[in-house]
């Protein structure tokens, strides 16, 4: 049974529009026999977002798998930010197509170079051993919560942000999500490397496994790096950090829709070296592991210009 339909997480944006659009994204067309191409984002500027590159990365890759095998896990190394504005140009290859599992490798480029390397494994799913030692964490419910858009707007006029920092933080977008602890970008004093945040699309989406599971990659790479910052009391936002995604790992356990509540628990045992190392839980409503997450990415104190 579905939730409730979301509230909008901005009242200027349709969320149906939004999620139609994101749908839309995530759809790679088919140029070749191995070959795919991403679309852009509305109203996109800067640099692409990583999880939208995971994600059309993903889709391409399944595209190449037959019905009977589901995407079980990924793992991509960011080779070079992707600019707006340009679409994404994906080449697969399939590595491994065996009875049980299969395997597929795939270059993300733009303007002919590589800017993303993803693997992929794919089994036919089956009956086995199973367990779950992680328990979900006890948080507040989603409808408790105010939604991060509220938040953001709040913040936004609090703080001194770069302009382009301003943009980003306010463009309205096609999951909802609904955080319990105070982010990177709520504060500046120091805390411990620990958030949990609600997510889901804004709108219903459709009856489609392939798409959803999609989708939660493609959510997995929000919030995830800035817990590695929460220990300094720093932000990307306030533009008192220089970062990027290195890699992205994902393990995908159990099928779960993405336009239901899903908790996303995050940590970071560890960050040095100009590198910030995090992990992520991604729970469904009944307690029950969705979908295991791990990340590094470069994170560096950005410098004061000289007056």
Sequence with gaps: MKDTPPEPADMSADPQQLVDD??????VSRTGDETFTGGQQKDGFGRVFGGQVIAQALQAAQATVNDEKVAHSLHAYFLRGGEEGLS????????????????????ASQNGKPILNLTASFQKPEDGMAHQDSVMPEVA??????????????????????????????????IEMRTIDRLHWMNSEPKEPRAHTWFRTAAPLPD??????????????????????????????????????????????????????????????????????????????????????????MMRKRKKELA
């Design 208 to 297: 489609d496994a392939v798409l959803h599971r999609a989708i939660i990659a493609y959510a997995s790479d929000y919030t995830l790096l800035g817990t590695s910052a929460l220990p300094h009391g720093l932000s990307w936002m306030r533009g008192e950090i220089v970062g990027a995604s290195l890699d992205h790992a994902m393990w995908f356990h159990r099928e779960a829709r993405a336009d239901e509540w899903l908790l996303y628990a995050t940590d970071a045992p560890w960050s040095g070296s100009g590198r910030g190392y995090n992990r992520g839980r991604i729970y469904d409503r009944a307690g029950n592991l969705v979908a295991s997450v791990a990340q590094e990415g």
């Design 141 to 174: 419910p989603p409808e408790e919560l105010k939604s991060d858009m509220e938040m953001r707007r709040y913040y936004a006029d609090k703080q001194d942000m770069p302009d382009a920092s301003r943009k980003l933080m306010l463009r309205p977008r096609p």
């Design 88 to 107: 994404i140009d994906y080449a697969t290859a399939a590595d491994f197509e065996g009875r049980s599992f299969a395997n597929r490798r795939v270059v």
């Design 22 to 27: 994101l749908v839309r994204l995530l759809t």
